[in-house]
Each structure stands twice: as C-alpha cells, then as structure tokens.
C-alpha cells in the first residue's frame, strides 16, 4: 500500500498523535493523514525491514531458494456504490491487490480475500460481486485460494467489504521499488487521469450531471510484465490509487530523496473528467486512479518501455509526463501550460471518501 | 478457514441458493448455512485445487522451489466487543491466522492486515488493538509486513474491522489435511473446550452473572512445530473456532470419509464453562475456540506426540479424546457419560454472532 511509504518521512515533520484524538475519514483518504496515523501508530509497532520499505507491496526472503524473493500486499475495500460504471467491489478488490504485488516487479500468483457481509445484504449483489471477482482473476491470471466470510449486524457494514492479499513472486534480478527512482530518470504515465474517482463520484450522483466516464480499474500485470521484458533499467513501478498521482508522486520524491518535475501540458486527462473536476473545483491530481501505473525510467530505455506499454490493452495512452530531477529533494513540481512552475503537494486530509 | 471444508460436500445435499435469499447472521457463524453459501455462492466461481482442499489455509506451489510448498490463509475479525478477558480483535486477528497457517504444516512467516476503522474510532482504542497485534506476532515469530487501512463512516462499522492475511512454508515432507484421516487414527485435543466463546459473552454481559473465564486466543504455531518434531505420523490439524469441535469434526469425517467417535468423560472443559453452557443451554461442543486444536495422529505415535504438546505452554492439558473410525463415514458420534452413543452434527445456522 502506498501507506506504508510515510515510513521514509521524517518522524519530526508530523505533529505527534494526540492520545484523545478520534478517527475521522481524513485518515483513510490515502493522503498526509493517512501517512501520519501509520507513521505515528502502526509502523512503531509492526517495524520490520520489509515494512519501512514504504512500498506498495512487502518484498521479502522466500525462505525456499536464495535467488527469489516473495512479494505480499493487502487491500480492504470498502467502496460506494458497490457497482459504478466500469466496474464494481469485486473488479476493485482483485485489481488493487494484483496491481500492488506487480508494481513491485512480480508476478501474482495467489489471491486471498476475506469478506465482511451486512445482514440483510441481497445474494443476488453478492453473486454479482463474486462473479465479477472470478472474471478479474481470470484476466490477471491468479488464483483465489483462501477466504473467509464473516457477517455482521445490520448497519454494521455498508453492504459488503472484501480485504484482499496477494503473494507473488518477484522477478529475478528486479530492484523495482518507490526508493530507486535517480535523477534523470524519464516519468512515464500508462494512461489518462482520475476517471476512477469521478465515475465513482458520478455514480453516487453527486456530479450534478449524467457523465460517461468509466472507471479504469484493470489489473496491470501484463502490462508491467511487457514493461520488463523490454527494459532492466525500471527502477520505480507505483499505481496512483487513493491520493492521486500528487501524492504518489510525493511519497516516491520522498522516498528516492529526489525531485520530481512534471509537464502539465503533457498530462492525459480525458476531457470529461477535466470538465467535471473544473465544475466541482478537483484537480485530477489528486483524484484516485485503478487501472494506471506511473513509472521511473532510465532515460535510455524511455522509448522502448513507452513502445511496449502501448502494444498493450491498458498501456495504448502511455505517455512521458516529467522527469525525475536532483534538486529540491523530495519536492514535486509541475510545469504549467503558462510556462510558471508550482509546488504539487500530498493530499492533505480527504478529499473523496470510499473510493476505493 | 474451515468454512473451505464444504467443498467436499455433495453437491446434492445442500438446497440451490435462492436468488432473491438474503445474508443473514447465521452464515457468518461457521456451520451449515456458511458452508452452504461457500458451496454455493464462492466455490463455482473460484474454483482450484488448493481451495478445493478444504483446509484452514491453502497449500501451495511456490514456484520458488519444487520441494517445498507455500501454505496462505485469511481471516475477516469482527469480534464485539472489541477487548474481552484474555485478548481483544487484535490479539485474534493475528493469533487466527497464524494458526491457519500453522495447521498445514506450516511454519507461519509473514502476516498482512487490513483494517476498516469507523470513523469517530478512539485513537486510544486503536493503538491499544495495535500494540495487542505487536505483542502476538512476537510471540508467534511472524512479522505483520503490509498493511492498509480504510475509514467509513460513523455508523459503517463496529469501532474497526481486521482482515489478516498469513504466508508460511511448509514443512518438508508434511502431508497434514482435513482429507488425511486414517481409521485407527487417535484424536488429540490440546486442552479444555468453549474457553473463547464463553468468555466473549460474558463480556457482552450476556452471561447474566459474573465470570473469570478468560479466552484462550493464542497462537499455536509453536505448539504445532514440537508435535511435528516428536512425530510423522499426524495426518490432521485443525482449530476449532467458530462452530466448535462438532463442526470441525463434522468437516474432517466428511473431507476424509470416515468416522470419528468422541468420548464424552474424556473432553475437557472448565467447570465454569461448563456451567455458564448448562444455564444458558449452549453445548460446549459448539462454542468457539481460539487457542486449541485438534489432531489426528496414528495410535503408535499418539503418546509421544501427547507428551511434546504436554510439555508446551498451549498444550499443558492435551488429551485424547476419540479416534478415528471406519465407519459410519462422514459422521461424529458421541459415546455419552452414560454410555449410550448419539449423532454430533455439524452447527446448523448461528448461535454466537461476532465472536472472532
């Protein structure tokens, strides 16, 4: 989970925990807050190599053979509506989790989830959801091996949630994380920005307006495969999930202890989510995607991996988007359409709640 | 988990699942009606030779190495409330599946959780379950290596919701399952029954009076490693939570096709337990149990095998309890303090809600 890349801040820049605090839905929109309940709370606690690592998946020894590394993530998903055009909870909880055991260089293999069911939830919507699940595992090529299910008290749920985790097994000789990124190093995007968040939005009826903009939730595996067969030099994989390419790019600045400038000119929007986030005052982003990646690059192999994201399903619009530069560390800046340049910030707080 | 164990059930016993059919409490508490659902709703569509195994974790290919396997489990807690005598969610979420894990054969490496905070959570509470998951996992040996945590909103859930999930490698040479009951086999129960169950109702005030009883939530990994040690002849390992020992034998008759006949003098129960059971008219062969497990293990290694389970910490009061038959096949019998035999059937529907 990008979470866990607060592990690279410095424990004196966050405000330590107040004891009497509450929980508020600031701490689940993937942004500062986000980062500071698990910097404060749950990585003093769980610390261990793997963890502080602050990538979206744990790369870890196998124990069976020297030479091959095991990655493990986990996702819970607790999404509304259940169902938004292009896709649905189930598609969520398999790419999600898929897409974060492959952003670490390896290929997913095996997929457990665990559900929570609200009393009252209609087989029917669970059917559909499960349904949905068997077919995003069958297009990312993993198996769902273990479950559980779990049912609480009515209005102790929204519907359903489903946590799931994925363990793969990482490419022999990849050292692909957030911390590799090196100046020079080409920012390439799969594809266009934030139609996750406003189709999601838009299913809740909150645009104010009908909108045909579909989710882009897909698992990325194949894509990331064809990535790595056309270049060693990746050094940075990150799906720009909650928080948004902003804060993903944010967390990598932080990680790699790099700068990071980005083209505006040069960022894939559709024009209908660029409507919607202009009427309702978003800026895309910061908006959640599920089907993109943004990638770090050695600028040599820049073309090649650009020309074999494109030959693939959910690469067509992959694009060069910035660089990764040596100065101001740990900053993200953005070239304007004007020509100026500003300062892109992490998500402070939240912005959408239960998107993902 | 041991709702996987359906699998092995006829198709045709069970009635289809009706479309219009909602979830209700009862198939979240781990007998009948939750393996139904198992068998109707997520089998068919996940189907694959590791969930088909029907065991508290599924055994793996790791692809690393061709000699050894990867066990991987899950588990949803939704245990309320939250902290009880004995252990709290968190302690359960780590020590659940932990012992999946371990019940394979399997010595548990890395955990993951997921957690669904409802918002308005006390920070306070939080870091309570947080340090509870620390302390479990050292016990364990386990690191917890990723996370993810979402925030719904007040009313969306009970204070907070953990998913974990476990990867561990199995033991060279293990053949442990549900499928590998042999008649002859002797039944070992680690210590005294329905200790978890009790104790979470009693901190619901549900009991109506008093009581010391203290869960037993703990983990049985190490307990599990001396008992491989002392022999190679265990051919099932099995813990049983929700639904009790009856629905865990029930699930092991039927997945090994053979009997099993229990000896009511010989099952160990506390004289509390014993007592809060009568007065509410609970069986204790129903209740939960979060700290013990069962083993069938061939008669000539039973001694020794009991004498290394004696000689740990969670295994101090290990006992046979029945053994293994050759027929009726698929059925529990229960020989009674009075001699007489009756039919322990699987739990049908619920009877503890949100007890782990």
Known sequence: MSDQSVTIEGATCAPPLPHNEQIVMGHGAGGRMSHQLIQKAFLPAFDNPALRAGDDAASLESNLHHAQRLAISTDAHVVTPLFFPGGDIGRLAVCGTVNDVAMLGAKPLYLTAGFILEEGLPMETLQRVIASMKS?????????????????????????????????????????????????????????????????????????????IQSDVAPLNHLIEAMLDASNNIHVLRDPTRGGLATTLNEIATQSNVGILLDETALPIRPEVGAACEMLGFDPLYIANEGKLVAMVAREDAESVLKAMQATRYGEDACIVGEVTDAPRGRVLLKTALGSTRVVDMLSGEMLPRIC
């Not at 999601?200 to 645009?207: C, H, I, T």
């Open 136 to 212: 995003a595992a069958e297009e990312a090529g993993v198996q769902i091996v273990a479950g559980d299910t779990k049912v609480v008290q009515k209005g102790k749920a929204d519907g359903l949630y489903i946590t799931t985790a994925g363990v793969g097994v990482v490419r022999a000789g990849a050292k692909i994380g957030g911390a590799q990124a090196k100046a020079d190093d080409v920012v390439i995007l799969s594809g266009s920005l934030g139609d996750h968040g406003i189709a999601v939005l838009g299913a809740r009826g909150e645009l104010g307006f009908q909108s045909a």
